[in-house]
């Protein structure tokens, strides 16, 4: 029988198997931004596993301040774990949880928290709530914050037929002439993704615009020409 959800028996999982000698190698990739307890992904994701079978998921009401008790620990399997708690509860999401998830993605921000919370989660809410969550998005893409331009630009990542072509448009050509890597990178994936559902459209769209040449290499890597 599932006991009720504590974090504390996570972070035991995850401290009992903290390993130094993984934790720098880790910590360099990702360019030092945070500590690392030096758990790899497929051990994570199996201990993640047996928290999820051994306890029962928090209370709807509870998942905010539970997702930002493992969030707020320093180490980055934490932040991790946070977002893999998120997804397994995304369902519980409305609209009205998109301030709580902004602020997830402006904090501790970097490629990998950014680019799990924007398709998965942020894109989840919208599509189901298309609205008002498109609204939001628009706001996430005027931000001062390039983490939060970049969770717009990637939230209809997964969408493939039900992207809505007007949106991807609007957001990538706002932020177009960027000089962000991580927002010319991010135009080139979001276009590059939905090629595999609409090649012609990409193509039409890249010969139209004035993106950044990073930005169209990588919308055109995979479309034949």
């Not at 904090?107 to 894109?123: E, F, L, M, Q």
């Not at 609007?170 to 177009?176: C, D, K, N, P, T």
């Amino acid at each position: 029988m599932k006991t009720e959800w504590d974090h504390n028996k996570l972070i035991e999982k995850f401290e009992a198997h903290r390993d130094e000698s993984l934790a720098l190698p880790m910590a360099a990739y990702m360019r030092n931004q945070f500590p690392f307890l030096g758990i790899k992904t497929p051990l994570r994701k199996a201990l993640l596993k047996e928290q999820f079978s051994e306890c029962r998921l928090p209370e709807p009401d509870c998942l905010a301040q539970e997702v930002w008790t493992l969030y707020k620990l320093p180490e980055r399997e934490y932040q991790y774990a946070a977002i893999a708690l998120l997804d397994k509860m995304k369902s519980h999401l409305s609209v009205h949880d998109l301030p709580f998830l902004r602020e997830l993605v402006e904090s501790k921000s970097w490629w990998d928290s950014v680019d799990s919370i924007a398709p998965r989660i942020v894109g989840h809410v919208v599509l189901h709530e298309r609205n008002a969550g498109t609204a939001a998005i628009f706001d996430w893409s005027s931000a001062d914050n390039m983490w939060t331009n970049r969770a717009a630009i990637l939230h209809q990542l997964k969408f493939k037929q039900a992207t809505d072509t007007e949106v991807l448009s609007r957001i990538v050509l706002q932020h177009a002439a960027s000089p962000e890597f991580f927002l010319q990178k991010s135009i080139g994936w979001a276009l590059r993704e939905y090629a595999k559902t609409d090649p012609e459209w990409v193509r039409d769209f890249v010969a139209a615009s004035a993106l950044q040449p990073l930005s169209k290499r990588e919308a055109l890597k995979n479309i034949k020409k």
